[in-house]
Protein backbone atom coordinates (compact mmCIF):
# COMPACT_ATOMS: atom_id res chain seq x y z
CA UNK A 1 0.00 0.00 0.00
CA UNK A 2 1.06 3.51 -0.77
CA UNK A 3 -0.08 6.30 0.51
CA UNK A 4 -0.34 9.86 -1.34
CA UNK A 5 -0.92 13.18 0.50
CA UNK A 6 -0.99 16.38 -1.65
CA UNK A 7 0.10 19.92 -0.11
CA UNK A 8 0.54 23.22 -1.52
CA UNK A 9 -2.63 24.17 -3.65
CA UNK A 10 -4.18 27.49 -3.18
CA UNK A 11 -5.93 30.60 -4.59
CA UNK A 12 -3.41 32.63 -6.58
CA UNK A 13 -3.73 35.56 -9.38
CA UNK A 14 -3.40 34.76 -13.05
CA UNK A 15 0.47 34.87 -13.79
CA UNK A 16 1.36 33.15 -10.67
CA UNK A 17 3.12 29.93 -9.42
CA UNK A 18 2.57 27.55 -7.36
CA UNK A 19 4.49 24.28 -6.20
CA UNK A 20 2.44 21.52 -5.49
CA UNK A 21 3.79 18.35 -3.27
CA UNK A 22 3.33 15.29 -3.09
CA UNK A 23 4.95 12.91 -0.29
CA UNK A 24 4.24 9.17 -0.19
CA UNK A 25 4.96 7.07 1.91
CA UNK A 26 4.82 3.22 2.76
CA UNK A 27 6.26 1.05 -0.31
CA UNK A 28 9.47 1.88 -1.81
CA UNK A 29 8.76 5.07 -3.66
CA UNK A 30 11.46 4.64 -6.30
CA UNK A 31 9.38 1.30 -6.99
CA UNK A 32 6.49 3.66 -8.81
CA UNK A 33 6.30 6.22 -11.75
CA UNK A 34 4.55 8.62 -10.38
CA UNK A 35 1.66 11.42 -12.16
CA UNK A 36 -0.24 14.46 -11.79
CA UNK A 37 -4.13 15.19 -12.65
CA UNK A 38 -6.46 17.09 -11.97
CA UNK A 39 -10.04 17.81 -12.48
CA UNK A 40 -12.13 20.99 -12.65
CA UNK A 41 -15.89 20.74 -11.89
CA UNK A 42 -18.05 19.22 -13.90
CA UNK A 43 -15.63 17.82 -16.16
CA UNK A 44 -13.45 14.07 -16.33
CA UNK A 45 -9.84 13.67 -14.83
CA UNK A 46 -7.31 15.24 -16.99
CA UNK A 47 -3.41 14.11 -17.18
CA UNK A 48 -1.19 16.98 -16.36
CA UNK A 49 2.62 15.32 -15.94
CA UNK A 50 4.01 12.46 -15.01
CA UNK A 51 7.67 11.32 -14.15
CA UNK A 52 10.04 7.87 -14.44
CA UNK A 53 11.17 5.88 -11.33
CA UNK A 54 14.44 8.12 -11.06
CA UNK A 55 13.30 11.57 -12.49
CA UNK A 56 15.22 11.26 -15.72
CA UNK A 57 12.67 11.08 -18.05
CA UNK A 58 8.97 13.00 -18.20
CA UNK A 59 5.74 13.65 -19.52
CA UNK A 60 3.29 16.48 -20.12
CA UNK A 61 0.12 17.48 -21.68
CA UNK A 62 -0.13 19.80 -24.25
CA UNK A 63 -1.59 22.79 -22.34
CA UNK A 64 1.34 22.68 -19.57
CA UNK A 65 4.11 22.67 -21.95
CA UNK A 66 6.53 25.58 -21.08
CA UNK A 67 4.85 26.49 -17.79
CA UNK A 68 4.81 23.28 -15.42
CA UNK A 69 7.61 21.23 -13.87
CA UNK A 70 7.38 17.70 -12.70
CA UNK A 71 9.99 16.39 -10.37
CA UNK A 72 10.94 14.31 -7.66
CA UNK A 73 13.25 13.53 -4.53
CA UNK A 74 13.55 9.69 -4.03
CA UNK A 75 15.11 10.24 -0.95
CA UNK A 76 12.79 12.09 0.45
CA UNK A 77 9.86 9.88 -1.47
CA UNK A 78 8.06 13.12 -2.50
CA UNK A 79 6.97 14.96 -6.24
CA UNK A 80 6.48 18.28 -6.87
CA UNK A 81 4.87 20.02 -9.42
CA UNK A 82 6.13 23.44 -10.30
CA UNK A 83 3.05 25.27 -11.96
CA UNK A 84 4.22 28.86 -13.32
CA UNK A 85 1.93 31.50 -15.35
CA UNK A 86 -0.97 30.13 -14.48
CA UNK A 87 -4.28 30.56 -16.24
CA UNK A 88 -7.76 30.32 -14.74
CA UNK A 89 -8.55 27.49 -16.62
CA UNK A 90 -5.95 25.54 -14.28
CA UNK A 91 -8.08 25.91 -11.81
CA UNK A 92 -9.08 22.03 -10.57
CA UNK A 93 -8.75 19.68 -7.67
CA UNK A 94 -4.82 18.59 -8.79
CA UNK A 95 -4.24 14.98 -7.31
CA UNK A 96 -1.31 12.37 -7.73
CA UNK A 97 -1.21 9.21 -8.51
CA UNK A 98 1.54 6.29 -8.22
CA UNK A 99 1.84 3.39 -11.16
CA UNK A 100 4.08 0.45 -10.55
CA UNK A 101 5.10 0.85 -14.31
CA UNK A 102 5.95 3.12 -16.56
CA UNK A 103 3.48 2.75 -19.75
CA UNK A 104 0.52 4.94 -20.94
CA UNK A 105 0.92 7.45 -17.67
CA UNK A 106 -1.83 9.53 -19.06
CA UNK A 107 -4.56 7.12 -18.28
CA UNK A 108 -5.59 7.59 -15.00
CA UNK A 109 -7.41 4.19 -14.30
CA UNK A 110 -3.84 2.58 -14.39
CA UNK A 111 -2.90 3.87 -11.92
CA UNK A 112 -2.62 2.03 -8.41
CA UNK A 113 -2.75 4.64 -5.77
CA UNK A 114 -4.21 8.36 -5.71
CA UNK A 115 -3.91 11.07 -3.26
CA UNK A 116 -7.20 12.68 -1.74
CA UNK A 117 -6.36 16.08 -4.26
CA UNK A 118 -5.42 19.74 -3.26
CA UNK A 119 -7.28 22.45 -5.00
CA UNK A 120 -5.90 25.32 -6.89
CA UNK A 121 -7.57 28.30 -7.87
CA UNK A 122 -6.35 30.81 -10.15
CA UNK A 123 -8.05 34.14 -9.99
CA UNK A 124 -8.46 36.10 -13.10
Known amino acids: QVRLVESGGGLVQAGGSLRLSCAAS????????MGWFRQAPGKEREFVAA????????YYADFVKGRFTISRDNAKSTVLLQMNSLIPEDTAVYYC?????????????????WGQGTQVTVSS
Open 97 to 113: AAKADFKLMAIARLYDY
Open 26 to 33: GRTFSDYA
Open 51 to 58: ISYTGLTS
